[in-house]
């Protein structure tokens, strides 16, 4: 028998969606600006309208440039 249950079921189920909040990516993200300064950085996301990541990147970018 399988011990790890929740992922096989999240298998089944198709519904293991997650996503990062904003107010964390915000926290976090803001100690490395200097890091992101005159780079390129490519967001691997289905669906950018739904993305936090692509959304806090966006409205930032001006910040880093």
Not at 20 to 30: A, C, F, V, W
Not at 38 to 43: A, F, I, Q, S, W
Request: some cysteine; proline content about 2%; glycine content about 2%.
């Amino acid at each position: 028998m399988s011990l790890n249950k929740n992922l096989h079921g999240a298998k089944r189920k198709k519904n293991d969606e997650f996503y990062t909040q904003l107010s964390d990516i915000e926290n976090e993200l803001r100690h490395y600006s200097e890091h992101f300064r005159d780079r390129v950085v490519y967001c691997n996301c289905d669906d950018p309208r739904v993305s936090n990541f692509f959304h806090y990147s966006r409205t930032n970018s001006r910040t880093w440039a």
